[in-house]
């Protein structure tokens, strides 16, 4: 098949010719840095596969174009699906397939660096030091041990999640409407939303971005929670409320606050923005906390995630090559 393979940097090149190379009957991709958009869909043309990633645009008028231009599969990079309009692709015959499982030890070992680094002021340590500063004041930390996590979201990621957790001697509240049969076994308690932000000293997010979940951590949520506790959300940017958020650290409801990504990302993250003016002023009061820690969406971002993440997305347009169907289709029942 011709692919064109939207958002491509350096390292998915690599990864995906890799796998191309090691299928059976290699196809054809066309790399291409641009994010897919209305303005840059017409350069799928000729092509039967779209490869996407999580800040690409496929809303109806994209899938529409998409069409038209004969493409038949659209074949995500990630598990999330919250940038595709499903409904749309399904009325004009696309395919959406995913890569539902790769690594999710990946985005939850980040997500207990992140948890680590703002408990014991790590990123603070590390400029400091640099500094000739080694002064220990405001590097004040908290034992994970004994401590209560509250876990929003427990499937793959939730529970590689809760399974350090448990290593570390946290107490394990969750939530999710669909329990998982592992939870028994990890000592997770199954709350819900209100008990679980008024439980824990740490609330880190594991829940997919649907209209149900959409800015789920808002201000009353932010009231709901401990004073001071720890948040953590590396899951989609829009299940928190940043503007809320802003104003829970500066009351100081929020202690800590971890962020893998954000509402307005797209417009950010991936790029080397460095020589440029910031221009989200939400994002860039964010930065100036000193009990913050942003990552740009790196949360998965590991050898063997991508190695995975490459093998499954051509084992989808292969799949569906040879017999009409991807291996991981995803459809409109997911979005319940
Ligand atoms: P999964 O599908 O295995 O688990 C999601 C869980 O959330 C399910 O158990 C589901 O029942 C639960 N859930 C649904 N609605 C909920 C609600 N209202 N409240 C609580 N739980 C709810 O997905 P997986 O692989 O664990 O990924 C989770 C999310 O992590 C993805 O949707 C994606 O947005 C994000 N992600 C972030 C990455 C990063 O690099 N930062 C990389 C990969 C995924």
Do not use: W
Not at 299 to 304: D, M, Q, V
């Amino acid at each position: 098949m011709q692919i064109v393979v939207f958002s491509a940097k350096p390292y998915d090149r690599q990864f995906l010719d890799a796998a191309n190379a090691a299928c059976g009957s290699p196809h054809v991709l066309t790399y291409l840095e641009a994010r897919l958009s209305p303005e840059t869909a017409a350069l799928a043309n000729g092509a039967q596969a779209v490869c996407a990633f999580v800040n690409d645009q496929a809303d109806a008028a994209v899938l529409v174009d998409l069409a038209g231009r004969g493409i038949r599969i659209l074949a995500l990079r990630s598990a999330g699906f919250n940038n595709v309009d499903l409904v749309a692709a399904q009325r004009l015959g696309i395919t959406v397939a995913r890569v539902p499982a790769y690594s999710p030890e990946s985005v939850a070992e980040h997500t207990v660096a992140m948890m680590l680094s703002l408990n014991r002021h790590i990123h603070r340590a590390y400029a400091r030091v640099r500094e000739g500063n080694f002064a220990l004041d405001g590097l004040l930390g908290f034992d994970m041990h004994g401590r209560t996590a509250g876990i929003v979201g427990t499937g793959r990621i939730g529970l590689a999640v809760a399974r350090i957790l448990r290593g570390f001697g946290c107490r394990l509240l969750a939530h999710d409407p669909y329990p998982a049969e592992e939870g028994a076994a990890l000592g997770l308690e199954y709350v819900d939303v209100p008990t679980l932000l008024a439980r824990s000293d740490i609330v880190t997010l594991h829940c997919p971005l649907t209209p149900a979940t959409h800015h789920m951590i808002d201000a009353a949520a932010i009231a709901q929670m401990r004073r001071g506790a720890m948040l953590i959300n590396t899951s989609r940017g829009a299940i928190v409320d940043t503007r809320a958020v802003i104003a829970g650290l500066k009351s100081g409801a929020i202690g800590l606050l971890g962020l893998d990504v954000y509402e307005e990302e797209a417009d950010l993250f991936f790029e080397d923005l460095s020589g440029q003016m910031l221009q989200d002023d939400i994002f860039a009061r964010l930065l100036t906390f000193p009990n913050v820690l942003v990552t740009a969406h790196q949360a998965f971002f590991t050898t063997e995630a991508l190695t995975a993440i490459a093998e499954t997305t051509i084992g989808n347009i292969t799949a569906f090559a040879e017999t009409g169907q991807a291996l991981h289709a995803v459809s409109t029942e997911k979005l319940a």
